[in-house]
């Protein structure tokens, strides 16, 4: 009898466990296939607005198209000779768009007048490879002409030998030969060819250069900054290369990396940089750093680049590429009516960096003629020790003692973990808004791998609503002297949990210890996640 009953529950033992791991399998490949959707929504989302671009661009080029039969017919003064060949109902329409006076809208021209002078001025002097285009990510590559070595080949075995099969299928990289002599360009495109024919001939690599039209007279460019005459000239020709590589890239992808010709990627370094793409709302960015050193890793969404490109043409003599993209978020971002600290907050939510980098730069010597640079990616080899979420713009602030320079500002940008001395009762940290905004859920996380103990204990998680008109949750709830809700806690170092949406728009979020700590505590991770609109 013993025996029979020791069998049954060994049985019964057995059956449970079986079971609890079919729903955990069961649970694991739902949430998987949720992630996945949710994924493949945000892509089709992206495609969509890609579109609505491209729409508006083909009616901008249409209006360009009217406005050039309208000069032509105001040249003919209406000369019955010059229009009889056409119908009596072309020539109506014609003198109709004639004698409109549209306002004068400024184009590409204004700022480089000189490309009126040939037609050929934007079209590509080489141009090898099978023009794949609706692809996720287009990589663009400037090289030119280097005195000591050149680093192109490496770059591309780098790039593509890490992308897999179906990647190479989803991607287009353009290696751009900023150079006008011909010759050379041709023995740049032979040597691709003989090592990336099978790259080329498949769509995955495509090479172009510009005509020698494309460019301006260089010679007579006002020397600013400090800077020699011979480096206005590099940076300003290096501007007129990025420009000319994102004109021909714009309507390829739904997103384009710029890279530079002497850099080696991390292994996953694609899927990393599209997933990490795809989990953001598109109006919420910018520009995604994948490198932290120049131009290197940079990430701009496709129907944004007409508005760097022309950006770039109206001050492309002025200042170095990097300065320029830093005016376009202060003019999309910041407010002069506020200081610098908070530009900065604004143009951050803008420009999203990701840590670790994803490429690295290995070149040593310069396209600048006798530049030596020595130039290295800290983060490129640095282990991830917290997770990066794009946070709601706000001042952050803290009673907790910082511990060798691990900010509570990094933590929030997902720079950095935030690391304090022991927390006492009475402590906390804050999220100040700077304007109130709709939550919908959050995530706190405390330790990391390498300080796995040192974990927020304790702690509440407590919001401050813009209003609270009409707010019945004092059952619910407690209400601080201060007029904050007590909504969550932590357990186990974590406190994760959404949002009642009675509380929004909130226009603070606080972190509030309860009783003294006997460890130090580390904030690893934030994740204030935005309603959706």
């Known amino acids: 009898m013993r025996l029979r009953n020791g069998t049954v529950a060994t049985a019964l033992i057995f059956i449970t466990s079986f079971m609890s791991l079919s729903w955990y399998t069961t649970w694991q490949n739902g949430k998987e296939k949720l992630i996945a959707y949710q994924r493949e929504f945000h892509a089709l989302k992206e495609r969509l607005r890609v579109a609505e671009h491209r729409t508006?661009?083909?009616?901008?080029?249409?209006?360009?198209?009217?406005?050039q039969f309208r000069r032509a017919i105001a040249e003919t003064n209406g000369s019955k000779d010059a229009l009889g060949h056409f119908s009596d109902e072309t020539?109506?329409?014609?003198?109709?768009?004639a004698h409109r006076k549209p306002l004068q809208v400024p184009n590409i021209y204004y700022h480089l007048p000189h490309l009126l002078n040939n037609e050929g001025s934007l079209q590509p002097a080489?141009?090898?490879?099978?023009?794949?285009?609706?692809?996720?990510?287009v990589m663009g590559i400037p090289t030119v002409k280097r005195k000591v070595k050149s680093y192109l080949a490496e770059t591309l075995h780098s790039l593509i030998n890490k992308l897999s099969p179906e990647e190479k299928l989803d991607c287009v990289i353009i290696v751009f030969v900023g150079e006008t002599d011909i010759d050379y360009v041709h023995s740049v495109v032979e040597s691709l060819d003989?090592?990336?024919?099978?790259?080329?001939?498949s769509g995955l690599l495509e090479v172009i250069s510009p005509p020698a039209s494309y460019y301006p007279d260089l010679t007579n460019l006002k020397e600013t900054f400090g800077d020699t005459k011979e480096r206005v000239k590099w940076r300003t020709k290096q501007n007129l290369d990025y420009s000319f590589l994102m004109m021909y890239a714009l309507n390829k992808g739904t997103y384009y990396v710029q890279l530079e010709d002497?850099?080696?990627?991390?292994?996953?370094?694609?899927?990393?940089?599209?997933?990490?793409?795809?989990?953001?709302?598109s109006e919420d960015w910018m520009i995604l750093e994948f490198s932290q050193l120049g131009f290197i890793g940079k990430m701009f969404q496709a129907p944004d680049l007409n508005l760097i490109v022309e950006f770039i043409f109206m001050f492309y003599k002025e200042k170095p590429i990097d300065w320029l993209l830093d005016h376009i978020l202060w003019v999309k971002a910041c407010n002069p009516e506020k200081d610098a600290k908070h530009c900065e907050r604004q143009k951050s939510n803008l420009r999203v960096r990701f840590r670790p980098s994803l490429f690295q730069h290995v070149g040593l010597h310069s396209s600048l003629a006798g530049k030596i640079q020595k130039l290295t990616d800290k983060d490129f080899l640095k282990p991830l020790l917290h997770k990066i979420h794009v946070n709601p713009p706000a001042e952050v602030s803290t009673s907790l003692k910082m511990y060798q320079g691990h900010t509570l500002e990094k933590t929030y940008l997902g720079e950095d973990f935030f690391w304090a001395i022991t927390p006492?009762?009475?402590?906390?940290?804050?999220?100040?808004?700077?304007?109130?905004?709709?939550?919908?859920?959050?995530?706190?996380?405390?330790?990391?791998p390498e300080h796995p103990g040192d974990k927020l204990q304790n702690t509440t998680v407590e919001i401050l609503p813009f209003s609270e008109t009409g707010l019945k949750t004092k059952d619910k709830y407690k209400r601080t002297d201060d007029g904050f809700y007590r909504i969550g806690k932590f357990e186990n170092g974590v406190s994760e949990s959404a949002v009642d949406p009675v509380f929004n728009p909130i226009s603070a979020l606080r972190l509030s210890v309860l009783q003294d700590s006997a460890v130090w505590a580390i904030l690893s991770e934030i994740h204030i996640k935005k309603a959706a609109r």
């Open 424 to 448: 006492t009762a009475g402590d906390y940290i804050l999220f100040k808004f700077d304007r109130p905004v709709n939550i919908e859920r959050y995530l706190f996380r405390s330790g990391n």
């Open 194 to 201: 003989k090592e990336f024919s099978t790259e080329i001939n």
């Open 262 to 281: 002497d850099i080696v990627a991390k292994p996953n370094y694609f899927i990393t940089m599209k997933n990490f793409a795809l989990q953001l709302s």
């Open 126 to 137: 080489v141009q090898v490879g099978l023009g794949r285009t609706k692809v996720s990510i």
């Open 56 to 67: 508006l661009q083909r009616s901008s080029e249409l209006n360009t198209i009217l406005e």
């Open 91 to 97: 020539q109506k329409l014609l003198k109709e768009l």
